[in-house]
């Protein structure tokens, strides 16, 4: 049966945004392949495609025809590639270092000793052969296999300019006299073709450097990784790689080790270093039936750890997958940029003919009209366009990987950077979210057997609010695990409460309304309540057994967020399942004026298209089943890390430690990012703009100034590497 499937496969061998733009329309126009979207940043194409019609290897020979490759082996896949990527550089430089040793004499003879000595042409063009057939094959190769596969990037506009330049410099060297019997000066451009080889290789070699820095995050993740684990298995010792690693498992961890694995400890306690996956440097004090995770660092005692993930399915690799999917993935500006990219080529092709041409027909020299071109051919610029995005996301997604932010892909940084509105949860988002029972009060009919049938009804549930009465009940009960009640049915409805049923009876437990619905009377509560309390009632066969009120406090920095929202000029909403009262009072201890309390899940989903509706662009922060859906409906979602996984799933941002403050870094972020990509959208833009008509001569008719290729070169190599070094801000820039 068919399938299509999802993949994420490295790409080798683009050095432009056009040749980003070449593999992803090679990959479209296949059979089979339903979507391909490549990242010219971090050098990987997201892949669907349906596996009957095509398969990986066909895309791979398909693409190598091409001049490019991917990177099918996924066995040790990220050593691999930052093996191959040490010997690409490691050819970048050894071709650079010829360019520059073989380069700057032809520079120095033709500046500076013009026509000084004899046979000067040809000690030029021997030492112009080097770079050209050497360090030139950086584009040429390339270039020949796109070109007789119909495709141009910007390795075809530097092959073509300084090919045109060395083979009509040789050509003046060897037959110097056709031109001379024209009356024409045999003039050799050996030094243009050198320098610029060389200027645009250094181009190269600072932007790989650059970017080496600007995708650090994900290799330093991907470094936390442990090579092997020792584990206990059938009462048998083991090392193995964590990918062999199962469910069940026993590892042990020393002092000093990184843990390999996530799971639970069975013996032992320790101080753990959990900063890789929260940001949190303070170490945590864990101890059994603890969890811990992979990556995280024992820098105390001796740990036995049960295993309940292992290899692609730790934390650690989640997040990992989930930078790498989000730095892959584009946002909607870069659709606008990669249209352009695709026509770029073919249209800077034509401006270097129609160049040509028009020198030639206003009467200037054939040698006036090459050089124009040359420059045409060399000065314009499709990285600076091709890297503007994807650089900015890839730094930015990393600072915030670092920070215990994960965003988890490029749209969500766009529409954080457009948020107006802010919706905070209470329970959980606000608040500490381990509410306490603070009083109760137990009816006649309140039996030892009922109570300990509420605490197997909120046993299962993950609210809150359930948690504190099931751990208040077990204190209270000393209920074992053997006491167990199984139900005849049971429903959980978010927000609201549960009902359970067992042979002619039916227990509930929730909220006032809740209650009130099922036709229970209950007595008026006072208008007033502490901020953060909330009232459970708990029923058998629709009579008050037991009311609790339970406390939740605000966390500690609730009220400097929302201070630091509105500075932005974002404005804080809350919401909650709670009743209006204690909504209102938690609100107000917050600093938050507009409060909605007793909304239920569907409604905080309304609530957040209503905010829309007036023209708003809403951020939701919550961390539970209810708040699913509205932070799949708001423009941004932000869950927080000890949120429930369907939370998770909804949100476009996850703050992996649970701190407020985060949320705020978070969209400070977006921000930041979001102007970095517009101010290297604006160079780029700007630069090839002002660039390739000044390289074409338009500046000389009026003051007389030529643009010499060598600077066309100079100045493409840096364009792009501005760029880069622009978007590496993103690392240094203060977010708290």
Known sequence: MAEIRKISIPVTGMACAACAVSVQSMLQSQAGVESASVNYGNKTVRLEYNDMLVSLPDLKKLIQGIGYDLFLDEEDRAEKIEILEHKRFRQLSLKLLTAVIFGIPVFVISMFFHHAFAFQNYILMALSLPVVLYSGSEFTLPAYRQVIHKVFAMDALVSTGTGAAFLFSIFNTLFPWVLEQQGLEAHVYYESAVIIIAFILLGRYLEEKAKKSASSAIRKLTGLQPKTVHIERDEEYFDLPPLLVLPGDIADIKAGDRVPIDGKILNGSSLLDESSITGEPVPVLKSVSDPVFAGTINQQGFLKVEATKAGNDTTLSQIIRLVDEAQSSKPPIQKLVDKIASIFVPVIFLMALLTFLSWLFIGHSFSHAVVTTISVLIIACPCALGLATPMALIAGIGRGATEGILIRNASALESASKIDTVLFDKTGTLTVGKPIVSKWDREANATAESLMILYWMEARSNHPLAKAIRDFLGNLLNISEDQKKPF????????KGIIAKKDLSEWRVGNEEFLRDSGLTLNPLPNKQVAGMSRVYFAVNNELTASFELLDELKSNARSTVLEFRKMGIEPVMVSGDSEDAAIQMGEAAGISRIFGRVMPEGKGNLVKSLQSEGKKVGM?????????????????????????????????????????????????????????????????????????????????????????????????MSSVTVVVNSLRLHKMKLS
């Open 488 to 495: 005849d049915s049971f429903e959980e409805i978010a927000g």
């Open 621 to 717: 922060i919550g961390d539970g089943i209810n708040d699913a859906y509205a932070l799949a409906q708001s423009d941004l979602g932000i869950a927080m890390g000890n949120g429930t996984d369907i939370a998770i799933e909804s949100a476009g941002i996850v703050l992996l430690q649970s701190d407020l403050e985060h949320s705020v870094r978070a969209l400070r972020l977006s921000r930041a990012v979001v102007q970095i990509i517009k101010q290297n959208l604006f160079w780029a833009f700007f630069y090839n703009l002002i660039a390739v008509p000044v390289a074409a001569g338009l500046l000389y008719p009026f003051t007389g100034f030529l643009l010499n290729p060598m600077l066309a070169g100079a100045a493409m190599a």
